[in-house]
């Protein structure tokens, strides 16, 4: 049985002419890691919230369809059972505090307190995610002080002291520096291989750094799913996503005739040096 399996779902916000979701069917199996792109306004925020267990809430509800997670709808969940199964992180670093948190070791603590864990595991949980995500030497900071990247890790930090099984991420870098991206996606990268990760995104480079398996949302359904290669060089792909930098380099030179024709166009610098036999950037 898949982990999280999303059959037909179709969904509208209320007084809205359009479906958001159109009939989305997935299955996402435990331990993937499973990118889903999509232009701005396309739903990648609505879809997350289904797949975490959000929607429906009050009047929110399907027209169609569920998600179930290891074979249960969620709404069968209880929340601190659905808390501990799945976590959701947004692109707003800052909406995600609690705003009743002092340091930024109690903001880490809170969820699991809120468990009713006892205290030394809550010590060793936050201990781990301060770890995880590189914020040990931020712990006795307030929250509110922090960078936006830093806000990020932490927002991270605190879902990850959850234990949950699946980590939902929506544009998780939007609004981070590209240095701050790069350190976020190669911690993000050192997660334990069993967590399954599910990464919205309408860009591509944290994509290829997370994902194995890409879907694309067009017009609120799911019309290609496969790997990097497969989706991301998908014409309908390209038309609403663009390509990489490297990807796009490489195709002006194919049209210069300065990249071999036999050659696969690149999605990444790795894959570009890898095609020159050249050594890689990184080690
Ligand atoms: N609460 C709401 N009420 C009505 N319409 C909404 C609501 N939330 C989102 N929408 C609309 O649903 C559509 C999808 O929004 P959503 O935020 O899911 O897209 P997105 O792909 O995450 O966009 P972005 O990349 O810009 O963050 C948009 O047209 C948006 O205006």
Same mark, same amino acid.
């Given at each position: ?5 999303? =059959?037909?779902? =179709? ?62 709808? !969620? ?12 976590? !959701? ?7 995600? &505090? ?36 590189? &914020? ?67 860009? &591509? ?8 398996? !890409? ?46 024709? =036999? ?9 570009? &040096? ?10």
């Amino acid at each position: 049985m898949a982990l999280i399996d999303v =059959a037909d779902l =179709a969904f509208r916000f209320p007084r809205a002419e359009k479906l958001v979701l159109d009939g989305i069917t997935l299955s996402i199996e435990a331990g993937e890691r499973v990118a889903i792109l999509a232009p701005n306004a396309a739903g990648k925020t609505t879809l997350a919230r289904w797949l975490s267990g959000l929607l429906p809430e009050g009047v929110l509800t399907a027209e169609r369809g569920h998600v179930a997670m290891a074979g249960k709808p !969620f709404a069968e969940w209880s929340v601190a059972d659905r808390a501990t199964a799945i976590q !959701f992180v947004g692109q707003v670093p800052s909406q995600q &505090l609690t705003g009743c948190a002092f340091t930024v070791y109690e903001e880490i603590a809170f969820g699991p307190c809120n468990l009713a864990l006892p205290e030394a595991e809550v010590r060793a949980r936050v201990d781990e995610a301060l770890t995880i995500c590189n &914020l040990r030497h931020l712990a006795s900071r307030d929250p509110f002080t922090l960078s936006g990247g830093e806000t990020q890790r932490l927002s991270i930090a605190a879902a990850l002291a959850m234990k949950p099984r699946v980590l939902v991420l929506d544009e998780p870098t939007s609004n981070l520096d590209p240095e701050s991206r790069d350190d976020l996606l190669a911690q993000l990268d050192l997660l334990p291989g069993g967590l399954t990760i599910i990464v919205l995104e309408v860009a &591509l480079r944290p994509s290829l750094a997370l994902a194995k398996r !890409f879907l694309l949302l067009d017009e609120g359904r799911i019309v290609a799913d496969g790997t990097a290669s497969e989706v991301l060089n998908d014409p309908r792909c390209i038309e609403t996503l663009g390509m990489t930098a490297v990807t796009e380099a490489a195709y002006r030179l194919r049209d210069a005739g300065r990249w071999p024709e =036999a050659t696969p166009l690149p999605l990444t610098l790795d894959q570009a &040096l890898d095609s020159f036999g050249a050594p890689r950037a990184h080690g």
